[in-house]
């Protein structure tokens, strides 16, 4: 009895190790992908049931709401298509990473801008797409590689920069700053004058997306938007990460002078509709996503949107852009054919100006005007300022999200300091580059 | 009359259908982790690299590794303390024939069916800075809230605590059940010897309550050492590294840094690390048995 206990369990192991080894390996360390079932994409021709899975990074209900209503529209006209949404919010990443070990994709995905980098072998390329002809000139570089695939449908573009109370700045007379130093100057008026009653810059170390949106944001001015700037070092891995240390140095600075809330590294990001509504936040370094949740708590609070304000002397302000949400295609899913329908239907221009309405922000193909409401009258008059594409997007590999988010959270924390920090840059773009080989 | 040879046979079959499941979900798991240990995974893309014992080497010059580790540890050790103290006292108490002692222990249990996630919440709205019940209280005696839950001296010591209350009523049950299977005679005869209250509790009690000491304590050390819900519902492992355990300093590398190798390296660690420790304690708690 005993010897067949043992010859039981002994088995039961060499199984396991037998298949622990053989799993995801074939000479070169390569997964295979899931097969593409051809009879399934038949039988949704045939009108036989389908069922999409749509993932997407949309946060706020309104733009959600929207792009249901219009997923309800083609299921109308397309009975047997039925599809399913799913909104992660913060965990977005994390659970697309999952399904991406485990080759188990949703039909349609949102890329949030790294539709080539990270998304890019598992994404269907979309260049047959009617709709392709019309992306805009900013946006056809972002979505097409040099061979021409094109990797995602932009929903609209991102053309960010900071966020602020107007009423608050319009009370302590402040006007919009132009360049860094002058941002801070403005914080130090309004920290004095509200004698500490008004948060100058809203940063939250526990949602340490906060503290990584303002070193994205500022490193176009500090590194690339500049006549002399550091592009090509960056791009060619030559750049010397000593010159990031005086921005950490600003952020620190900032933190020091007591610009930030007093329990920065407790606060939450949910705490910010109620704050701003309440003219207790006078600068936001974050696009408008947050204000419909703000304007439900007080319906008459004033907003503005400014671009990033500018570092180096004789430098101008700029916007952070590229594509907000997208819609990219599982290339190994079951109904690729119906998926790119979906998304084809998406891109109708009637669509696309809804949901640049819902979420506030400016179309990413031609020939679409949407009504932006209360920030039509800033993208007028800032039609003219420079876009740049998001900093990490172009210049980080994927991945540094969170080494921007730790090493912030950890300047704040005194547990580093700036000049660590951006060792800890060099080390981590290193180890990030060698994976990605 | 069947020989007794093909009945043992297929009894031995029907354990295997488990130890099946067992091996698909505990044994290959764990030898992927430590293939995995050993690249450069990201956690998603088809392709990596084989890094060898870099990742191992990587842990020992890992500047936080020390602080993580030492947070486990206070998880583990110092919950375990106090869910036992405090779940024995209890146990005794309500052993007593007391009018509510039904409902109190229905309430020191109930806290244990609460999922940890909304355990943590449930306390981070307790302890926040901005309009939580405890610096609403602070306030009506001082003119500013305290923000302990920034402070990396004391957020290790809430999140143990959270954990504590969660779990003391499944120490309190087990205790319970093992006051109740004491034979009455021992205490009548230690009675008659003359014992006080306090000899009969460390002579007779405790002694024979040794087997639920030895479930509590490795049942708490093996939950208290895997902490995660709480520690991400309170602080999230900040400020910085200050609050992190091994099981969110591995979801942090995994999902947010991208290492899946130097996770798993992370997730082995843990998983010695607990078995060392509930082991040892197993040993010298059975020990304690055998003598008692």
Redesign the interface.
Known sequence: ?KK??MI??LF??I???I???C?SNKG????E?AANNGKNTEAAKKGEKVTLTIYSTTNDQGTQDVMEEIGQSFSKEHPNVELEWQFPANDY??V???K??AKDMPDIFDTHGWSQVRYG?FVADLSDQEWVANLSDAMKPIVTDAKGMVYTLPLNAAKDGLTYNKDVLDKYGIEVPKTLDELIAAGEKIKTESKGEVIPFFFS??D?GSLAQFFDYFATPLLISAKENHAKSLLDGSFDWNNWTPLAAKFKEMYDKGLMS??V???RET?RPQLFAEGKIAFSFTAPGFVPDALKINPDVKVGIMPVPAIVPGDTPTFSGGERFTMSAWKDGKNLEVSKDVISFFAKPENLKRISEASGTPAALNGITPDLGIYTEYYDMYKDIRVFPYFDRVYLP??M???M??TS??I??G??TPEDSSQVYKQ?IE??K???? | MRPIRNSTFSLNLMYVPALLLFALFIYYPFFEGIKVSFTNWDGFNPTYSWVGFDNYARMLEDKNIGTVIRNTLIYGVGSTLFQNLIGLLYALLLNQSIRTRGLTRTIVYLPVIVSPLIMGYIWYFFFQYRGGALNDIILLFADKPVNLLADPQINIFIITFVNTFQYLGIAMVIYLAGLQSISKDYYEAASIDGASSLTKFFNVTLPLLAPSITINIVLNLIGGLKLFDVIIALTKGGPGFASQSLSTMMYKTYFGAQDAGYAAAMGNLMFFMIAIISIAALIYFRRKEIQA
């Open positions: 009895m067949i206990k039981s369990l039961i192991l199984l396991t190790l298949a622990s080894g799993s070169g360390n390569e997964t992908p990443e994390n697309l990473k999952m991406m070990a072998n170390a526990t340490a007093e329990d590294l407790t606060i705490d994927s991945g999200w969170d080494v988010q730790t959270s950890q704040l924390g547990e580093l981590e180890r990030l060698a994976q990605q080989k």
